[in-house]
């Protein structure tokens, strides 16, 4: 098990679920304080557990609680019915392949969610490599991500 500011340093002090800064310095039991979520990535069925520790506030690993955490799109992005960022993860790192995950009325704009999405994914999955391709469909753009 890693210390706080192992975990931190690592991280570059952000937290995996916001993406927002977390101050090493506040206090524990502040909500927007640094926080260690355990996460089990233990396959079903498979044998033993595995998992990671991610940097996270006090607050957003306490919402997660017993449910599923959620990463947000950013709201600088126009992005239309984008996909829920953790699941499409977890999928691709189980199965491989290529998951559509939102459509942009602008080629601009799913340039724009791409590079955002590459750069959140790399720090949210540091071991794994993803990658985008922008396909016109429908008058606009879908923003499709492979691994």
């Known amino acids: 098990m890693s210390t706080l500011r192992e975990v931190g340093e ?14 090493p310095d ?5 909500p927007r ?16 557990k595995g998992g990671v520790e991610r940097l996270a506030h006090r607050a957003c690993n306490t919402k997660k609680g017993a449910v599923k955490p959620v990463v947000p ?19 691709l790192t ?4 290529r ?11 799913a340039e724009d969610a791409s590079e955002w999405l590459l750069d959140r994914l790399s720090r949210l999955e540091p071991g794994v490599r993803f990658d985008t ?6 008058g606009g753009y879908l923003l499709v991500l492979t691994t």
Do not use: H
């Open 10 to 23: 690592r991280e570059a002090w952000r937290c995996w679920l916001c993406d927002e800064p977390v101050d």
């Open 26 to 30: 506040m206090s524990v039991n502040d």
């Open 73 to 91: 799109w950013s709201d600088r992005l126009f992005v239309v019915d984008p996909a829920p960022i953790i699941g499409v993860v977890e999928q």
């Open 133 to 138: 391709r922008i396909e016109q469909a429908g």
């Open 94 to 97: 189980r199965k491989g392949g």
């Open 33 to 48: 304080g640094p926080s260690i979520d355990s996460i089990n990535t233990a396959k079903k069925g498979g044998k033993g």
């Open 99 to 109: 998951v559509a995950v939102a459509r942009c009325p602008e080629k601009s704009d």
